[in-house]
């Protein structure tokens, strides 16, 4: 094992421009490829031992004279720097490289298979056990529920899903996800328009450890039934989209507020029933808000905005020392086409979070369509308008 260390550290320190360059990007490589970058990779390697070229680098019980021979760390190393479509084709050359990845292959991307995804996922689930991330976005709808149920059944070990844009999937989808991939952490299924609150509300009581769930567009599974399950099971969570999700109620986000207190990241975008009760709720229960999307949100008032302020506030004077610096409080405020609001209350909650910027190149408090809106600034760009008020002044 400290020969293999060894390798790799001499393979870290080389260039592998050209072993690259010979694999990424082929259409159909062969077994030739493959020997053609192992003579390669034994000529940098060989090089730096000693400077014995053609000898083959040495291990405990005997020499790699082959790229069927090379060691799984190595082999796994070598195949980080290709693209997913050559490790497949990798693990199809002989019977110890399909075993070797099949072991120790942990993230996979399909994202580049614009026909026949569904098939591909059929016949990579039972091989590539140990995946912890599967990244399965489609320009078109491709998945369908069999290939998910496939995942579910042997990719236990699943942390990270990303299904987007899954138009053909059902509930049954979600069921077979929450029975075979406990440990999801993070998972994307915005557009897929089909699943109920039912299937998700059941999902959330097994995904427990869920911390990133984007269901934008889920305008079917996102109701305030589904979200009083995730607030009750996923206590973890920390970001969720739930853009144009117009079944979206306050019963609902306030349920999220009560039991995902660490939410940093909201997007309520088009959430067009939500009124200033949710976002009351988030400023007092959710400590570690970071950025909340209210676009379109016209039921918000000024009451909303005071009581994100105020709760900045308190958390500043009675937090502690080392919250106190220019990162605490909201980050990102999108308050686009939220015509009831007035100046004041939004000038009161960009003043309580420093983080907030009206000025250009940081534009981090958004409020297009509300043209009343216009007087508010950060405190950045309040010093820099007196700053090129004192330069007239002087000049004159």
């Not at 760390?73 to 990798?90: G, H, M, T, Y």
Request: hydrophobic content about 40%.
């Amino acid at each position: 094992m400290a020969q293999i260390s060894c390798i790799s550290k001499q393979i870290e320190r080389r260039s592998w421009a050209e072993v690259k360059s010979k694999m990424v990007g082929k259409e159909n490589l062969r077994a030739e490829d493959f020997n053609l970058c192992f003579e390669k990779l034994m000529m940098l390697a060989g090089s730096g031992n000693g400077g014995q070229k053609g000898k083959g680098l040495q291990l405990e019980r005997g020499v790699i004279t082959e790229w069927k021979d090379i060691p799984m760390e190595l082999l796994l190393q070598i195949l980080s720097l290709l693209d997913d479509k050559a490790v497949i084709k990798a693990s199809g050359v002989c019977r110890g490289w399909r075993d070797s990845i099949c072991l120790g292959l942990t993230r996979l991307s399909l994202s580049w298979c614009s026909k026949d995804m569904n098939s591909l996922v059929l016949s990579l689930a039972p091989k590539f056990t140990k995946l912890q991330t599967l990244i399965l976005r489609q320009d078109k709808p491709q998945l369908e529920d069999n290939a998910v149920e496939t995942i579910a059944d042997f990719c236990h070990d699943l942390q990270i899903l990303d299904l987007s844009k899954s138009f053909k999937l059902s509930d049954c989808s979600l069921y077979a996800l929450a029975l075979g991939c406990p440990n999801l952490v993070k998972l994307n299924i915005s557009g897929c328009s089909a699943f109920s609150d039912s299937a998700l509300a059941y999902l959330a009581s097994f995904c427990r450890k869920l911390k990133i769930l984007n269901l934008c567009g889920c305008v079917k599974a996102a109701s305030d039934t589904a979200l009083q399950a995730i607030g009750n099971y996923c206590n973890q969570l920390q970001c969720l989209n739930l853009g144009w999700c117009e079944n979206v109620g306050d019963v609902g986000v306030m349920s999220l507020a009560v039991g995902c207190p660490d939410l940093r990241i909201l997007d309520l975008c088009g959430c067009v029933q939500i009124t200033d009760d949710s976002v009351i709720a988030l400023a007092n229960r959710c400590p570690h808000l970071r950025s909340l999307g209210l676009y379109y949100c016209q039921n918000i008032t000024d009451r909303a905005m005071y009581s994100l302020a105020q709760s900045k506030m308190n958390s500043r004077m009675w937090g502690s020392v080392k919250s106190r610096n220019d990162e605490d409080g909201l980050r990102t405020l999108n308050i686009s086409q939220c015509t009831a609001l007035t100046p004041s209350a939004v000038q009161a909650v960009c003043d309580s979070s420093p983080a907030l910027h009206t000025c250009s190149g940081r534009h981090s408090l958004i409020t297009s369509g509300c043209l009343n809106l216009t007087s508010v600034h950060c405190a950045c760009a309040v010093q820099a308008h007196r700053t090129a008020n004192s330069f007239l002044h002087a000049a004159h």
